[in-house]
């Protein structure tokens, strides 16, 4: 997977910074407390969500099993369909691929479908280094394009900014980009989406190639899907004369049956809605579907890995894989509506991405080692998560791969892997805590000279222990041990019988 965002520090310096943006937390309370409610709503509508949820499960466990052989399947249909399919180990591999196809085409403009693979490996900068301009069309997208900014959020990336911040941003950057926002433009929903589609109609309507992700990938047909909400995609789909699919390789499902699930669960779990508005599916060429007018004349797809293979050989981790981008474990969590999406630097933020990123990254950098902490476990992600990704298992899995996952160095004839570094604290800690239960008699001196020096201790720890109580209360010692109170007040008779 490619870096994280340049520059980027931890996500406790992060998110410490950002809770101090008052307004940013208003954005980010406001907006996910309004999708949060909808969504229920809109799940409470199904008898059997509970069924679907387990079925999409099972669908998404079985094709991880089978992976190899439905890529295989996927591969041939899409050739027999008139694609090409293109296979990228990373990040660098995809770019290349890309910007080679387009290059190819002799243009140097490119519109693009909301994407979170092309996010991940960074397609957009590299495309820039090599001269060409790629122009997203997804609204929320487009605001963060021309704000300079990242998205903040898988659903609705431009989720930290308000309507005023997004009217003053069209004012100032659209006449950099094509078309100018109109004179007089106001932050009235309206007028905002309708200088978004006169900014972007001209764009459609003029790019040859488009460039797309895949919410699915139906094995059995070759067939891709794109599901969305403002008609944008069906644009880039349909219009251009070339389209590059970058599809990560988990997006995999066997059959159309299979889709039905996802149909229904998917955009209840996003939008809040019964289905989504655009569901666009694209198999091949129009020239490979006998001469229909309909779709690109080259269609090649990219087959993403970038370290997704690593991530599925984890028995524990590799649940992370069946996530279909709903976001609704966003919308819920506590730390994500305070710290927002930034903090995480990656393009996935919240619950999925603090145990995405470090898997399909590794935790070798500080930002990554930090996330499995960005939780405080409480569930709320599982229990909304429509594929049953136990999310607080696999943040809790990859703690201690960051507590055992120092570097590997030779001892003898074994290579063993030092613990990491930033944990000597903890690690002096739990092992004093082992020495003191397994002596009752020094466990009892301990406990009777922290009742006695109760008054001298501090209110929060000192050196690296301060960053655990940073955030919380140290709980007060009372005034005697317990088996001092209970050999004092019942001469230490068991009574329970």
């Given at each position: ?286 020239d490979g579907r006998a001469g229909e007018g309909d ?137 004093a805590a082992r020495w003191a239960f397994t002596r ?58």
């Amino acid at each position: 997977m490619s870096g994280t965002y340049l520059g980027m520090p931890a996500f406790p310096e992060a998110a410490r910074e950002a809770v101090r943006n008052t307004t940013l937390r208003g954005n980010l309370r406001h907006a996910t407390h309004t999708i949060r409610d909808k969504r229920a709503r809109a799940v409470a509508e199904l008898d059997d969500w509970a069924e679907l949820r387990e079925a999409g499960k099972r669908i998404k466990d079985h094709t991880l099993r089978h992976l190899d052989r439905y890529l295989v399947q996927v591969e041939e249909a899409v050739t027999a369909a008139g694609g090409t399919v293109h296979w990228a180990a990373d990040a660098d591999e995809a770019n290349e691929i890309v910007a080679r196809l387009v290059e190819e085409t002799g243009e140097s403009e490119v519109v693009k479908v909301k994407s979170m693979a092309t996010q991940e490996i960074g397609l957009n900068e590299a495309l820039e280094a090599r001269g060409i301009h790629a122009y997203e069309t997804d609204l929320a997208e487009l605001i963060v394009q021309l704000g300079k900014d990242r998205p903040s959020h898988i659903l609705v990336p431009a989720i930290h900014r308000n309507r005023g911040e997004i009217r003053d941003i069209f004012r100032s950057e659209m006449s950099e980009w094509g078309r100018p926002a109109p004179e007089g433009l106001t932050d009235t929903p309206a007028e905002l989406a309708e200088a978004a589609r006169l900014h972007l109609r001209e764009k459609f309507l003029r790019a040859k190639v488009g460039i797309s992700g895949a919410n699915f990938m139906i094995a059995e047909t070759g067939t891709l899907v794109v599901v969305e909400s403002e008609g944008n995609g069906r644009m880039c789909l349909t219009l251009p004369e070339t389209l590059i699919s970058v599809v990560g390789i988990e997006k995999i499902v066997p059959t159309w049956r299979d889709l039905e699930v996802f149909l229904q669960t998917l955009p209840r779990s996003s939008t809040a809605e019964r289905m989504n508005p655009y569901t666009s599916m694209w198999t091949g060429t129009s020239d490979g579907r006998a001469g229909e007018g309909d779709g690109p004349r080259a269609f090649h797809l990219v087959l993403l890995d970038n370290g997704r293979t690593d991530t599925l050989a984890d028995e524990v981790g590799r649940q992370a894989l069946r996530c279909i981008r709903c976001s609704a474990c966003l919308n819920v969590c506590p730390v994500y509506e305070r710290a927002g999406g930034h903090a995480y630097g990656s393009v996935y933020p919240g619950p999925i991405g603090a145990i995405l990123s470090p898997q399909l990254r590794g935790t070798g950098s500080e930002i990554d080692a930090s996330l499995p902490y960005a939780s405080s476990l409480c569930g709320a992600c599982y229990e909304v998560c429509p594929v049953a990704i136990d999310i607080p298992e696999v943040l809790v899995h990859l703690r201690e791969r960051v507590v055992q996952g120092g570097p590997a160095v030779r001892e003898g004839n074994r290579v063993v892997l030092k613990p990491a570094k930033g944990h000597a604290a903890e690690r002096a800690a739990m092992r004093a805590a082992r020495w003191a239960f397994t002596r009752p008699g020094a466990l009892r001196t301990g406990q009777r000279l922290a009742s006695r020096s109760r008054r001298l201790h501090p209110r929060t720890l000192p050196g690296p222990g301060r960053a655990w109580s940073g955030s919380r209360d140290l709980p007060p010692v009372p005034p005697e041990p317990f088996r001092d109170w209970w050999q004092r007040t019942h001469g230490g008779r068991d009574e329970a019988k």
